[in-house]
Nanobody, 114 residues
Framework: QVQLVESGGGLVQPGGSLRLSCAAS????????MGWYRQAPGKQRELVAR???????VYADSVKGRFTISRDNAKNMVYLQMNNLKPEDTAVYYC????????WGQGTQVTVSS
């Protein structure tokens, strides 16, 4: 069993930055791909970024050049550094362990507004 807990969300002004963290516990996630997804009100959940290793990352076109995904396998942590945030980045952000059918965290709210 895998448990994922996200943190770091909040309210930020346009152009600001946030760093989301995902703490994994239970069965080690270090060998599996990990992803950050988001879901805005009335929209489907979408992939934001995925990391297998430092040499294997994928980003949604809408966040390329602004967001960076990273992981610390020793600590079983995954991070999402979000810079130059825009109002359209407002959503609940979820961490996902991509093994099998996947494991999801409970989500953390990010609101970008002036």
């Amino acid at each position: 069993q895998v448990q994922l807990v996200e943190s770091g969300g909040g309210l930020v002004q346009p152009g600001g930055s946030l760093r989301l963290s995902c703490a994994a516990s239970g069965s080690s996630s270090s060998i599996y791909a990990m992803g950050w997804y988001r879901q805005a009100p009335g929209k489907q959940r979408e992939l934001v970024a995925r990391i297998q290793s430092i040499y294997s990352t994928v980003y949604a076109d809408s966040v390329k050049g602004r967001f960076t995904i990273s992981r610390d396998n020793a600590k079983n942590m995954v991070y999402l550094q979000m810079n130059n945030l825009k109002p359209e980045d407002t959503a609940v952000y979820y961490c996902k362990d991509e093994r099998g059918s996947g494991y999801w965290g409970q989500g953390t709210q990010v609101t970008v507004s002036s």
